[in-house]
DNA sequence: CTATACCCTG
DNA sequence: CAGGGTATAG
């Protein structure tokens, strides 16, 4: 147990919480060390005003009588809030700190909570405060968490690690620059009010990633005040996903119906391929704007040639993305989004007027056409049916997911999908199949696959098993002739019989995506195996160690039984072997009442007292997770309480007392034991709890709670007070035995 | 490198 | 509760 047991352990922890939450409490990140040594640089300076006394009494926390009735006073107003203030007088400091970046120009205009801008002002700062730190104390303001005076040579041996490291956050930075969110902070800028300094310069090398985030946590008020705008823009936002929806779909009738006219024309596909494609490049030559086609009437619509139909589609919808791309940028100009969508809107109506009495009659043609398909044997398949039914599956799952595409992706795929491909014919049959794996892929190895969906999109020959597509997006790729190579032959004749389940074969594919650059099958199962690793079944696997690739059912069930282990446990898991092979409810049960006696078991004794399971990596991880979790909730009522006490005006820890009809006590009994196992929690467990309440107590009051690493010391006690754990809970069927006690 | 802790998020 | 990210110790 590293942690709560040394002195070493202490300040490990409290780098450690000056990363975590140090960026949340930004300003209260400040050492109680350096708080002084800054509050003598300010009394020495004596240049500035009141403003800055009253930051150093806040931030000079447990210096004095003073400060700590300033701090409480504020606290008091915050109320309860404290949990999530960072810092009764973050406002205060926030708002002297923009002071001080307006007068020195430049840099801090960027947005400290972005990690992206922030870096150069806290480079910026840092060198300022390593170089003349004495001229401009104030720009020592924000890298709180270093003494910068007193180690102020071990900082300048340490430079040449921080040039190294500022060195790749700029590179990073200059390659995000571009990123849309940057200018987006930048606008939120002034609203979202006053920035908070970077907590430590150090710490924002690492913490930068959380600072895109965190900063928005800090200030709440702020938000608040922004958030009704906001709301706004999203339903703004909505509305005109809705109607690009809307333009989809027309769009798609459309292109039904453009089909629908070559096909009754034309009998050949490949014909048809190439008009559409044609139609479709076309456009570059302008040979129909817009406007022209706005004039229009139903009558000539309907009689307009496919490739015009497509243009003013396409022109349509382009119309409709700029709008709504300009639209993010200024919604305060409702008019002239008003105007832009309604027009269009009431275009897209003619058009999809015109196109639904098409549709109606092509649809009929093509339910016909289906139902003689499926009364044939695949090979005699007409070439109409799969061209349209295929997007029309498509789409809807695009559909499912309007951001996906921009317009202009969706133009292109519109492209694909009206070209017939002659593999289409082979697949007509495995369509609906195809599509349903599509579907339930995503769930199986939804982060795995995710990685790779972007480059998967991007050059969708890559793909080794392109039949397997997982994920919508890829369907639609897939769609493309060279991804059509493998799959029939694969999912329809390789592995007949397992696609009626479904699952099996999706497993594999999606695991086979995790790693696409190789088919090793041996590799895959260790990859996987890592990847996995954490994962449990609770349930009994069945036991018929199969051989990966022996079939695709194979494979996935012996990843399945391998993702808990490595090659050794593997070994291990025989079928039938004694022991369980995962941690069962029943298991997790079990300690959550052991947590009642022991908050901080070590591992040795998870494994006296889980004798009945098979301890292998992931099984003791995943146990110790469990406890960490336990703990992480008792602490967080511990502390939730305590504050609660503290604005109702308890003074005094002793005040407090944990009995078993406490709300606190109720809280825990509920998390811990909520079947009510125990009927008589243990007593020691009470005077724990009342101990660690009163602990919380009497930090928070005290103050200590603006120490980042103030919890620390609550832990270092409350981990002392484990008690023995009962011999019954060695006992595997522990849990009868005590639910007859 | 591994085990563990802590924090955050879903 | 699990997973992910990060930091630290051994």
Known sequence: ?????????????????????????????????????????????????????????????????????LRKLLKRA???????????????????????????????????????????????????????????????????????????????????????KRARVENIIRGMSHSPSVTMRAGEHDREGPPQPPSSPRESYRENKRKQKLPQQQQQSFQQL????????????????????????????????????????????????????GSVRSDGAGRQGPDTAADRSDNEMSDMDPGHFLDRARALLQEQAAV?????????????????PTSMHAEGKQLAETLKQELNTAMSQVVDTVVKVFSKPPQPVPQVFPAIQMPQDRFAVNGENPNFHTANQRLQCFGD??????????????????????????????????????SSVASHGGHHHPSLHPSPLSATVGFSPPSFRHPFPLQLMGYPFQNPLGTPSSGYAGKDRSSPESLDLSRETTSLRTKMSSNHLNHHRSLSPSHPGSTTEGLSLSLIKSECGDLQDMSDISPYSGSTEGLSPNHLKKAKLMFFYARYPSSNMLKMYFSDVKFNRCITSQLIKWFSNFREFYYIQMEKFARQAINDGVTGAEEMSVTRDCELFRALNMHYNKANDFEQVPERFLE????????????????????PSWKKAIYKVICKLDSEVPEVFKSPNCLQELLHE
Do not use: W
């Open 417 to 454: 999908v009206i070209i017939p491909n002659p593999l289409d014919t082979f697949g007509s049959i495995q369509v609906s199949s195809t599509n349903d794996q599509t579907e339930a892929l995503p769930l199986v190895v939804r982060k795995n696959s995710s990685d790779h969906q972007s």
């Open 226 to 277: 922004v958030s009704a705008r906001k709301e706004q823009k999203h339903e703004e936002r909505r509305q005109l996903k809705l109607q690009l929806e809307d333009m989809q779909k027309q769009l798609r009738q459309l292109q039904e119906k453009f089909y629908q006219i070559y096909d009754s024309t034309d009998s050949e596909n490949d014909e048809d391929g190439n008009l559409s494609e």
């Open 1 to 69: 147990m590293p942690d709560h047991d040394s002195v070493a352990l202490l300040s490990r922890q409290t780098k450690r919480r000056r990363v975590d939450i140090g960026v949340k409490r930004t300003v209260g990140t400040a050492s109680v060390d350096f708080s002084r040594a800054k509050a003598t640089i300010f009394s020495a300076m004596n240049s500035h005003g009141a403003e800055q006394d009253v930051e150093c009494s806040m931030v000079q926390h447990g210096d004095g009588e003073k400060s700590n009735v």
């Open 78 to 164: 915050n109320s309860y809030e404290d949990a999530m203030m960072p810092f009764p007088g973050a406002t205060i400091i926030s708002q002297l700190l923009k002071n001080n970046m307006i007068k020195n120009g430049g840099n801090e205009a960027t947005f400290p909570g972005s990690g992206l801008s922030s870096t150069g002002s806290e480079i910026h700062q840092e060198d300022a405060c390593s170089n003349s730190s004495r001229e401009s104390p104030q720009e020592c303001l924000s890298p709180f968490g270093r003494p910068a005076m007193s180690q102020f040579d071990i900082e300048r041996l340490s430079d040449e690690h921080l040039r190294a």
């Open 324 to 340: 709504g791309e300009g639209d993010k940028h200024k919604h305060e100009s409702s008019r002239g989004k008003a105007h832009g």
């Open 688 to 707: 724990v709890a009342q101990i660690t309440l009163r602990e919380f107590f009497n930090a928070i009051v005290a103050g200590k709670d603006v120490d």
